[in-house]
């Protein structure tokens, strides 16, 4: 559709390319365009764009296309009114994610390897489809990226950093299997990706702080200097964007409030000390982004917090959110043939449906199931994401599994044509 006035809004669109294509982006964004603008009349933020590969150009060079977010509240906006961003990206060819093993010294001693880290080449294919896959009721996604934009945007104008600062850090904290972890990642492969016309490449450096601390505790600081080493180098690249991700920070700096109470040695205020110093020389680099995690946010150093730009608590889901993860789970199996089709109502309509019997037996059939959910999804009030996303196949072993058990899958190639072969079937 033509547009007619100015764009009320931005709607994002990610084209991913196969390995084997030479990037032509801007040719591709154009054609890109033109087929949604032809064939669409609203986006729908998070789906996939259909029907792409009736295309001949982008049949040869395409892997995946999707409407990303969008900047305007309605969930499918008209593209007649928006502007429609097209990144195109290519994940790298090397996605196997690196190991970094830090030594305390003795080489020789494989015993005094630490895998103080991975590094992960971005944007992965592994880590496509992640964010989508995150429900926050609130807009944190939203929020986490515009931060992000902002810091490079005030990078860009030359901000004096004597007047205005920030940090480059940001701290995730809330109860364990809230999504935290997979936020990061996901954050820093939307980066990869937005970001890939300024940078060649995307980093991940994932530090794991767990086995970094507890095990070689008295050498730690010597351990984090190497690290950091490591991450200066990648970032004096200044074609490349580089994501820190340190998981668990609690267990970094818990260890001060340890050292001030005299129950910890000194070491452990070097480790903190070292941590800190480093994560000072960073936020004055513009291609680096610290992201940190923890599940205790009361147990992480005041001075860590401190230089958190943004500590966002990340709770346990509410009911509607619940509902959106368990739909997500049941659409999934009816895609892959594990249960019968069936098209479930969202939240607000189940609402909506609740003291309205339909008339026709199918469609009442569909809201007798979308009520279940509903139901189930408040039932599951205080459950994590984590806990949600197991329940499919809990209960498919508990309630289904028996019933499926003529499912091809099981058949046994062996077994004689007609002879029972499955026992308990
Ligand atoms: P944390 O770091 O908070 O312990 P993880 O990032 O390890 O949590 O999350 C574990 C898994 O739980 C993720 O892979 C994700 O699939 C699921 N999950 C957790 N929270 C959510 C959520 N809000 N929406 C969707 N999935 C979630």
Same mark, same amino acid.
């Given at each position: 559709p033509r547009r007619t006035a100015a764009p009320k809004g931005i709607v994002h669109v990610e084209v991913r390319l196969n390995p084997y294509q030479a990037l032509q982006t801007p040719q591709i964004r154009s054609i890109v365009r033109q087929y949604i603008s032809e064939n669409f009349e609203r986006a729908e933020p998070g789906a996939e764009v259909e029907g792409?590969? %009736? &295309?001949e150009v982008l049949r040869g060079c395409a892997e995946r296309i999707v409407f990303a977010e969008s900047t305007l509240p309605d969930p499918f906006p008209l593209l007649s009114e928006v502007k429609l961003v097209v990144h195109v990206y290519q994940p790298s060819n090397h996605t196997g994610i690196q190991e970094f093993a830090a030594t305390t010294? /003795? %080489? /020789?001693?494989? %015993? /005094? *390897? &630490?895998?103080a880290a991975t590094v992960q080449e971005l944007p992965s294919r592994s880590l496509d489809g992640l964010w989508e896959s995150l429900i926050y009721t609130e807009d944190i996604k939203p929020r986490l990226l515009n931060y992000i934009y902002t810091t490079l945007l005030f990078s860009d104008a030359d901000v004096d950093f004597n007047i205005i600062t920030w940090n480059r850090v940001v701290l995730l904290h809330g109860p364990p299997g809230t999504g935290k972890t997979s936020l990061c990642r996901a954050l820093a492969q939307k980066l990869a990706i937005r970001l890939s016309e300024r940078y060649a490449r995307g980093r991940l450096v994932e530090i794991n702080s767990h086995s970094l601390f507890s095990k070689w505790f008295s050498e730690s600081g010597k351990l984090v200097q190497k690290l950091f080493a490591r991450v200066n180098e990648m970032v004096e690249d200044e074609s490349g964007f580089v994501v820190v991700l340190i998981d668990e920070v609690e267990s970094l700096t818990a260890a001060r409030a340890g050292a001030m109470s005299g129950t910890e040695p000194s070491d452990a205020l070097r480790v903190v000390n070292a941590l800190l110093t480093q994560l000072d020389k960073l936020k004055?680099?513009? *291609?680096v982004l610290v992201m940190s995690t923890s *599940? =205790? @946010?009361? @147990? =992480? /150093?005041s001075a860590f917090v401190d230089r958190a730009d943004i500590k966002q608590y990340i709770g346990l889901p509410p009911p509607e959110a619940n509902h959106w993860i368990l739909t997500g789970c049941l659409n999934e199996m009816m895609k892959r043939g594990l249960m019968e089709n069936i098209n479930l109502l969202d939240w607000k309509t189940c609402d909506k449906v609740r003291e309205k019997p339909a008339k026709q037996s199918n469609l009442e059939r569909v809201r007798q199931a979308s009520l279940r959910l509903a139901r189930i999804s408040e039932a599951c009030q205080g459950m994590s994401g984590r806990t949600l996303r197991r329940l499919p196949v809990l209960s498919y072993a508990r309630y289904m599994v028996s019933l499926s058990l003529a499912h091809p899958a099981f058949d046994d190639p062996e077994a004689d044509e007609g002879a029972p072969n499955r026992p308990g079937y």
């Open positions: 792409w590969e %009736e &295309v010294g /003795d %080489e /020789d001693d494989d %015993e /005094d *390897n &630490v895998m004055h680099r513009k *291609n *599940n =205790i @946010a009361q @147990a =992480i /150093d």
